[in-house]
């Protein structure tokens, strides 16, 4: 059964650091991993999308790696701001179960 | 296109009634996956449908849980009947494709029973 984890489970680092965030997934055959932001009472929104056969993909200041015979893909934010506060997840598209499996998250803070 | 949307927002019911939440896809999209999200199991998917047909219902936790999918525009959940421990946000998704797709999620409906 896959199974997703996500550390830290929170995160608290003055504005203008880079940070990394980390997931690890325990079968490597997934067709996808993809990586949410959640807002306080809100749903999710997609911020990454990376194929099996991908590296890593980049939007802005927002670079995801994914490294799939190891089940380990990182969240790297540059240059990061108080508007980045968000509960971040991680989750892999599972070839067994054919379904988006989800990390716990990890609670971003921030602080100005 | 509004995204997904879901209502009610919010829904506080007492034990034993019946509750339906309610989802509109995006249009287009072909998949639809209901998830229900918890502070001690995070989220979980419950059901999804591709063309309008359930695919897996593996996740749905009893038979009080039924959802259905009418036509490729409005799906919904029900409850019947409701108990306290099926308190959490409920999210609906969609998705161009089954695989291999983004994901985009509505706003959740945050059931609360009493």
């Known amino acids: 059964k896959q199974e997703v984890t996500q550390i830290p489970a929170a995160l608290s680092v003055p504005e203008g650091e880079n940070l990394v965030l980390n997931c690890s997934f325990t079968?490597?055959?997934?067709?996808?991993l993809q990586w949410f932001r959640q807002d306080p009472g809100k749903g999710l929104t997609s911020l990454l999308l990376?194929?099996?056969?991908?590296r890593e993909q980049t939007s802005g200041r927002l670079n995801a790696s994914l490294d799939k015979s190891s089940g380990r893909s990182t969240l790297y934010i540059a240059a990061s701001q108080p508007g980045d506060s968000a509960t971040y997840l991680c989750?892999?598209?599972?070839?067994?179960?054919?379904?988006?499996?989800f990390g716990q998250g990890t609670r971003l803070t921030i602080n100005p | 296109d509004a995204g997904v949307i879901q209502s009610p927002r919010h829904e506080v019911t007492e034990m034993g009634q019946e509750v339906t939440l309610r989802c509109k896809p995006i249009?287009?999209?072909?998949?639809l996956f209901w998830y229900r999200q918890t502070m001690m199991r995070g989220l979980e998917l419950l059901i999804y449908f591709n063309n309008n047909v359930p695919i897996d219902d593996s996740g749905m936790p009893e038979d009080r849980f039924s959802a259905k999918m009418p036509n490729a525009s409005f799906s919904t959940l029900k409850i019947q009947p409701s108990e306290p421990r099926d308190s959490a946000v409920y999210f609906c998704?969609?998705?161009?494709?089954?695989?291999?797709?983004?994901?985009?999620f509505g706003q959740g409906t945050r059931l609360t029973v009493v």
């Open positions: 990376i194929q099996s056969s991908q």
């Open positions: 998704a969609s998705s161009v494709a089954r695989l291999s797709t983004e994901a985009f």
């Open positions: 989750a892999v598209e599972d070839q067994g179960a054919q379904k988006l499996v």
């Open positions: 079968d490597s055959a997934i067709y996808n």
């Open positions: 249009s287009g999209h072909n998949s």
